[in-house]
Each structure stands twice: as C-alpha cells, then as structure tokens.
C-alpha cells in the first residue's frame, strides 16, 4: 500500500530495479528478492531515460491492485519501462495518464522482456513517437487478458505498437477511442493470438497490419490478421459521468506538484473525488489522478496546467460497463480471467463471460443482434480437373458469432442456386457433377449469424473456376477473345487461358494446343511432349496457315505474380519433345533468389535437343543475373527464326546466356556447376536476329559461360555491354 508521488530519476523515477532474479551477470551472483507491489500508488514520478515510475532490468515484479498515473518520462516508458529480459505482471491495475516523448506512454517493453497484463486498465497515456498505451519491441512478448486500452493517443499505435519480432496475446480486451490505430502490428513474431476482443471508434482505424494495412473494424481484422479470430464490435458503454466546465485557469504548484482546477458551479462532498481518475479538458487524451478537492476546486497530481482551460469541460473517467454494452457475454469463457478489476468471480452468474476489465453483473444483457454477418469464398485455382473440390472460405460476425455458411454457385452466367449449407469452421465442398457438370462456375457464400440474421447476396461474385474433368480431342484451342463454353474444342469454345490450356493437356494427355491472337497476362510452364503454337486467327486449318508477321500471340508476365513481374514469363525444366513456336515472349523480370535471377523471359534448364524455341519474339524482358531474354542452362535446346531484342542483364547476357550453372552469378559457381565446361553442347541458334539488348557486365547479346554453343545464319547486332562483348562473350 506504499504511494511514490513525485519522485525523479535518470531510469526509474519512483522504482529501479536491476539485475535482480537470481541470474548471473560478468559470473557474478545477482541476487534478490523479487519487487512485489499491492495496492501500490504511483503517481506524478518521472524519469530522464525510461520509465517514469518504474525502470525493470533483468528482474522481475509483479503488481495487484496499482495505480500508475501521471508519470513521465523524456524518453520511453511514461508509467513503466522494461528491458534485458524482465517480466511485470499487472493484475486489477490502473496505468493511465502516463506520458513519454518517444515511446511507450504507459509502458514500454523491450528486448525479449515480457508484460502480463490482467483486468488492466491502460486509458489516457500519451506517447510521442510510438505506442499511446504500450511499445513493445525486440521480441518482447504481449499478454493481454481482460483489458480495458481507452482513449491512447500517438503518431502510430494509440493503443498498442508492435514491431521487432515481438509475440503477443491479446483476448478479450477492449480497444476503444485510441488514435492512429488501436493495434498497430508491423514486424511482429508469428503466432499471434487475437480473440474475443472488442474494437470500437478508434478514430484512425482498429487495426494496422503490414500486409492490409489500415483496418477498419473487427470483422476485417478476423478475415485478414492472422491469429485473429471472433473479435466484435459494438459500444463499450463505460460508466464515465460528465463533471462541468472550468470557469478559471488551472495553476501548477511546484511546492505539491499538484495542478488546482476551479468549477466556481460544483459542489462536490470535500475529498470525496479524491483516488477518482480525470480528463481535465475533452478532446486532448491524457488522464489524471485526483488527490484531493472541496467543494469547487479539484486537485490533480502533476502539471496539467497546459492541457486545459477556462470554458472546458471535464469529465470523470469509471471503465465499469453499463446495462447494453457490446461487451456483455461476448468474451471467451475458455480462457478468461478467474476474476475481474473488482475480484468479483468470472463468468458471472450467468455462466457467461464480459470483455473488458470488468464482470458486469449477471442481468445486464447486450445489445440485441441485428448486423448480418459478412462472408466470402477465397480464390480458386483457374481449373480443376477433378468434379470434386474444396472452396475454402472467410466468414465473420461483430456480434453473436457465424452459425452457417451457404455455398452457392452460377453455371455460365445463369441463376444463383444453393449448392450446400455448413456450420461455420466446416468444409465447404463443390461438386459440379450435382450440379451442371463440366464448365464454368462463380461462386459467393452467404453467412447466417446465431441470431439469425442473413448476409445480404454479394453484387457480384467472390470467386470463379472452369471444371475440366474429361477431354475428347486432339487439340486443344486457345483465345482470350473467345465467347463460347470454354470447352477448348474449337475456336468458338476455346480456352481463354493458356496456363490453363497446358495443364489440360498435361491432366488429360492432349499434345498440341493452338493459341489466337492477342495479349495472355499470365505465365507458362511447359510439360514434355507438348507442342505449344500461336500466331492463329481462327480461320488456319494447318499450322502453316498462319501468318505469323501480322497474327500475334503475346505472353505477358508484367504483372503476373500477384501484379508484379513474374520471374520467368515461360519455363521448360527438363523437357523433352517439346515445342514453343510463335509468340512475342515479354514482361519478365528475374529478380528472385537463385534460378529466379536468371530467364526473365524463358528460363530453360536441362533440356535436350529434342526440344526447340522457334518464330518467336523475346522482348521487354531483365534479369539481375543471366539471360534477360533467356537463359538456358545447361541444355541443347533448338533455336530457330527468333527475334531476341530489347531485353537486359545485370551480369551476363541481355539477350541470351548459355551456361551449364542454373543458378549463374558473376564470378562465383553455384552448387549444380558441371565440370565438363566447354566440352558440354549447347543450343543451336540458327537463323536468328539478336539486336539492341544490354548487359550491365558482360554479353550484351549473348553470353556463353562454361558451355559450347553452335550459332548459324544470325545476326547480332546493336548490343552493348558495360563490360566484355557487346556482341558475344565467351567465358570458361
């Protein structure tokens, strides 16, 4: 029951302590009791460094029933401050009104220190860098169980600031009123616990992920946080009750480090606010204690004299929820505290448990439930070859919780039928044969909360998929313009994708495909045995129909992955009897790891010479190792009548780089080097026009490394290397 009011120091304002759990330090014994604080009052201390009223180092303390109030300090930790692996558990505490010019107004926590927070209350602290409530940082970990965070202010995380690989646990918490993101996760630790909390009117969002960025309510913080699951949102309904106005200008005195307020109107009992918790001025955030009043002036430990004035209101601050509140019976009975701020038993007697720091009594209800859940089927693959699949699924409710979720599916464009219902967390699975059988297929879900209360059919649907499950011809058609059932029988039904195409005549041993004009933005990986053409416009009856000047099929990998550059626009690993004949091949950038470095347009390993790239156009595309066109690594492929032009390297080859090392890099050799070298065949160029690509090191057109290449009737011209061979380089 000890109070530390106003005391100062470099760490640790009211309490250092350091080194004291019995570890070693420099192989001598530290030892010590551990800092066990009841009922402790800690107000108005401040620090230089950290923690303005407590400073932890390599120890350990554990506090029941404290009150942490307008502390400060000019760096981190205006209430607390841990660091070296210390741990403070808090249990029943109040930490509020703390302040800390850089991070952490109410508590900071760093390198691998650890906070375990119980039926807390973290309200009104004020930091000026990270973390309102609480920074944690440098694989610190979180435990949040049962808390009230209200009304935190700061640039980035007003609540809590998570970064530095920290690990935490936050259940059945309430996360209302702070700026600038209640939670704000970036770089944290994986595993994350999220459950059963309450997010409400943080002004600045609820939620900040690296990932998503800002979140605004607690459903799309269940859909996209990992870890998070059955948060809500709703009012808390805080018992607070509105004091007055101030009708003069509150005054510090150094003497007390008290700050006097006047309210000439009230008529407060003497001393009977005193131990109450204040926010002298609505609208700023930072709390205060009140040690004493009369009738009409109240009386606050530290200096508040700037933060409010004549003509503001005040307000008196009571985190116990009222009759209504969102709060009420939503909590996770599971893992709930055994008490609340009070000590009153949890669950309550009805069974149930409240969110928050506080178990209100058993006959408070919360709100009725009236918000329809939200719900959405994840993206599928672009096929499925088999009639039966999975449709995984995101669903989500603020308030009672998901029930069921519907699964229902179009077929062509047609009408929206129910396929199948599940209990929320149950498989959904589509099978096209009870339904229309093969074909394309949208679909959406529909989510029934436990109040039973349906979502509302989306505009449009969530996700779709073409069902491929036999194949009958030979050959297999392809055309992005196509408006038929994409059966890939004819022109009319063609395929619309050329990924698709391929594995269709991988799944159901097709060997030839035939593609139609225009831009794929996709990327392909070749199988053997398949004979990959483009150039048609639909009228050819024989491959030496087309007119390959003016009938272009262009594969673009500009923004294939994900938006992005894929690294590779065509791969053929270790194929054989394969042919890709016809296509511009552009918007590839190989700037991965390993392999990923190299073939920004075709990236070929291993291939014999039973296989052959040929009229194709290799343009537009980089690598950050070798072969910005392409890169064929120890293969014997077949190269006739291309046009490889406009493509760039960091290190070797612009255009094209040969050499018997799938991983390539300047001057080093990577793990699959062969030691045959030069003896080892290459590719046959025959006939092919190598023109104005670039090399930021060596082969601007073509780099042969370690591996012997035979080149006939082409021409190499225009290209330009920072280093050796514009044209060629020869290396061994």
């Known amino acids: ?384 070859l088999t009639s039966s699949f999975e449709i995984s699924y995101l669903a989500a409710d603020g308030e009672t919780g998901v029930d069921t979720v519907a699964l229902y599916y179009s077929y062509y464009g047609g009408d929206w039928m129910l396929h199948t219902s599940v209990p929320m967390g149950e498989t959904l699975v589509f099978d096209a044969a009870a339904a229309d059988g093969d074909g394309r297929y949208e679909f959406y879900t529909i989510a029934t909360d436990l109040a039973g209360n349906p979502e509302e059919p989306p505009a449009e649907a969530d996700t779709s998929t073409l069902v491929v499950t036999a194949f009958t011809g030979n050959r297999i058609y392809v055309d992005v313009n196509a408006a038929g059932l994409e059966t890939g029988l004819n022109w009319n039904d063609a395929l619309r994708s050329l990924e698709t195409a391929v594995r269709v005549s991988e799944g159901f041993s097709v060997n030839e495909i035939w593609t139609g004009d225009g831009v794929y933005p996709e990327t392909v990986v070749l199988h053997s045995g398949l004979a990959l053409y483009g150039g048609f416009d639909g009228t050819e009856t024989t491959i030496e129909d087309r007119d390959l000047e003016n009938t272009i099929s262009v594969i673009d990998g500009s923004a294939a992955m994900a938006g992005e550059p894929a690294y590779h626009v065509v791969t053929m690993n270790t194929v054989t009897d394969c042919i890709l004949n016809g296509f511009t091949i552009t918007g590839g950038n190989a700037s991965g790891i390993e392999h990923q470095r190299s073939g920004g347009g075709i990236y070929c390993y291993a291939c014999d010479d039973t296989s052959s790239i040929s009229d194709c156009r290799i343009t537009g595309n980089s690598a950050s190792d070798a072969g910005g066109g392409i890169f064929l690594g120890y293969s014997q492929i077949k190269m006739a009548r291309c046009r490889i032009y406009g493509n760039s390297a960091n290190q070797l080859g612009g255009g094209i780089c040969a050499s018997d090392d799938p991983y390539l890099a300047l001057n080093s050799r990577g793990p699959n080097r062969r030691d045959t070298r030069a003896s080892d065949p290459g590719p046959l160029i025959t006939e092919c026009t190598i023109s104005g690509n670039s090399s930021s090191a060596n082969g601007g057109g073509i780099c042969n490394d370690d591996i012997g290449s035979i080149i006939t009737n082409s021409v190499i011209a225009g290209n330009t290397a920072a280093s050796y061979g514009g044209g060629l380089y020869l290396s061994q």
């Open 1 to 384: 029951t000890t109070t530390f009011i106003n005391n100062t120091g470099y760490s640790g304002g009211a309490v250092s302590c350091m080194m004291n759990r019995g570890a070693t330090r420099d192989g001598r014994p530290a030892t010590g009791p551990q800092v066990t604080m009841d009922a402790c009052r800690l107000l108005g201390n401040s620090a230089d460094e950290k923690g303005g009223a407590v400073f932890l180092y390599d120890s350990a303390c554990t506090a029941d029933q404290c009150v942490f109030v307008g502390n400060n300090t000019s760096n981190s930790g205006g209430g607390i401050a841990l660091s070296g692996e210390s741990d403070q558990v808090m249990t029943g505490c109040i930490v509020a009104g703390n302040q800390a010019w850089t991070r952490g107004g109410g508590a900071f926590v760093d390198t691998m220190s650890t906070v375990a927070a119980e039926n807390t209350v973290i309200a009104g602290n004020v930091a000026g860098g990270f973390g309102g409530g609480c920074k944690a940082d440098n694989e610190a970990l979180l435990d949040f169980l049962n808390c009230t965070v209200s009304a935190n202010d700061a640039p980035a995380g007003g609540g809590l600031h998570i970064s530095g690989l920290t690990s935490f646990h936050l259940i059945n918490s309430i996360f209302e009123g702070n700026t600038n993101q209640a939670v704000y996760e970036t770089g944290a630790a994986t595993g994350a616990v999220i459950l059963n909390n309450l997010f409400n009117a943080n002004p600045d969002g609820d939620y900040y992920d690296d990932d998503y960025g800002v979140l605004d309510n607690a459903l799309q913080i269940n859909f996209y946080v990992a870890g998070a699951e059955d948060n809500i949102l709703g009012a808390p309904l805080f018992s607070h009750t509105a004091g007055g106005t101030w009708t003069e200008s509150p005054v510090y005195d150094p003497a007390t480090h008290t700050t006097r307020f006047i309210d000439a109107v009230a008529s407060y009992t003497e001393d009977a606010l005193a131990g109450m918790i204040m926010n002298p001025g609505i609208g700023q955030y930072r709390l205060a204690y009140i040690v004493s009043n009369t009738e009409t002036a109240i009386d606050v430990i530290g200096d508040y004299s700037s933060l409010s004035g004549t003509g503001d209101t005040y307000q008196f601050m009571d985190f116990h929820i009222q009759d209504g509140s969102a709060a009420l019976d939503r909590g996770n009975l599971a893992a709930a505290s055994g008490t609340d701020m009070d000590g009153e038993p949890r669950p309550g007697d009805d069974s149930l448990t409240d969110i928050g720091a506080d178990e209100a009594p058993g006959a408070y209800l919360p709100p009725e439930d009236t918000i329809p859940p939200e719900s959405f089927a994840l993206p599928l693959l672009d096929e499925y």
